[in-house]
């Protein structure tokens, strides 16, 4: 997806592996605990979004603190890990969006990755403005009147046109191809990150200024700035087969767990563990507003979510 908070969790013994578009594929550096066959140890990659960090900070503490694994966390763009999770450079990937190509190279084809289940939670992209301008003007929530607002939501960045909010270049985005398909007064601006892109957000809602942002769910900053989802043409399966030609709303996809293949047979209960995690939007949507807006720690974060929810995570367990 989605960009989505540039902290990033690590345990005491952490490795921390840095990757970003443009730059040099980090993933060729394996972490030391990766692909780690007979000892208790194992690396997970965390994407940048604070949704995923969710994911891994539960599954790091529960897996350190209650089946004594030693833990390594390592932040991968998208696509890149999937092929660290080919290579044994990673063992799981907890939260994908959706990689048709990346699951028939590896799943299908080369048989070095294998699903690990759903992760119990649906996720969406859509287009949002703010829960108030859409009060003040209805009719800006269908993308045919767009073009009426575009001059509301002219920033200096947008060179004239409406500014259509994204985050990060690396995450699943069809927003360039959809503004020039629906022939749309606007300009895709890329804050750069989740984070970022929240801080602007946050700001425009401060001054109670409109905004139109690409945006998705599940995610905290719905519960602080208040969001409404701008109706664009109707998905059908297939309508976004070609990325130059899409012009239809994102689908909603159950978000789906991903384990190396070898890790998936020999990974014991850490494996085992990881193929039966699985909580609803509710619980990350917890455990990603203490971390993004609380300041917890993740490790902090995990620890509270987990001792309130003793009931949930025991059936995890191997």
Request: charged share 20%.
């Amino acid at each position: 997806m989605r960009l989505r908070t540039t902290s990033v969790m690590a345990g005491a013994a952490a490795l921390l592996t840095l990757t970003g578009c443009g730059a040099v594929d980090m993933t060729k550096q394996a972490s030391p605990f990766a692909n780690a066959r007979g000892s208790k140890s194992m690396t997970l990659s965390v994407q940048s979004w604070v949704g995923a960090q969710a994911n891994v900070a539960v599954a790091q503490y529960l897996l350190e603190h209650e089946l004594g694994y030693r833990v390594d966390t390592v932040q991968v763009d998208e696509v890149p890990a999937w092929d660290a999770l080919s290579q044994g450079r990673v063992d799981a990937i907890l939260e994908d969006w959706g990689h048709p190509d990346q699951e028939k190279r590896y799943v299908e084809d080369k048989k070095t990755i294998a699903p690990g289940g759903d992760l119990g939670v649906t996720g969406h992209i859509g287009w949002y403005v703010p829960t108030y301008f859409a009060k003040q003007h209805p009719d800006v929530t269908d993308w045919k009147n767009l073009d009426k607002y575009a001059g509301l939501m002219r920033t200096a960045e947008s060179g004239g046109k409406g500014q259509l909010m994204d985050g990060s270049p690396s995450y699943v985005t069809n927003d360039k191809a959809l503004v020039t398909n629906l022939k749309l007064n606007y300009q895709v601006v890329f804050a750069g990150s989740e984070a970022a892109q929240i801080t602007q957000m946050k700001q425009f809602a401060k001054e109670k200024k409109p905004f139109l942002t690409y945006w998705y769910s599940p995610q905290w900053l719905f519960k602080k700035v208040p969001m409404t989802e701008v109706k664009l043409p109707a998905y059908k399966e297939g309508c976004d087969a070609d990325a130059a030609k899409v012009a239809c709303a994102y689908p909603h996809t159950p978000l789906q767990k991903y384990l190396n293949a070898d890790f998936a047979k020999s990974g014991g209960k850490a494996a085992a563990f990881l193929k039966k995690f699985q909580w609803t939007t509710e619980d990350q949507n917890e455990v990603s507003l203490m971390i993004a807006n609380d300041k917890l720690s993740a490790q902090e974060a995990a620890k509270k979510w987990v001792d309130s929810h003793a009931s949930t995570w025991h059936a995890w367990l191997p």
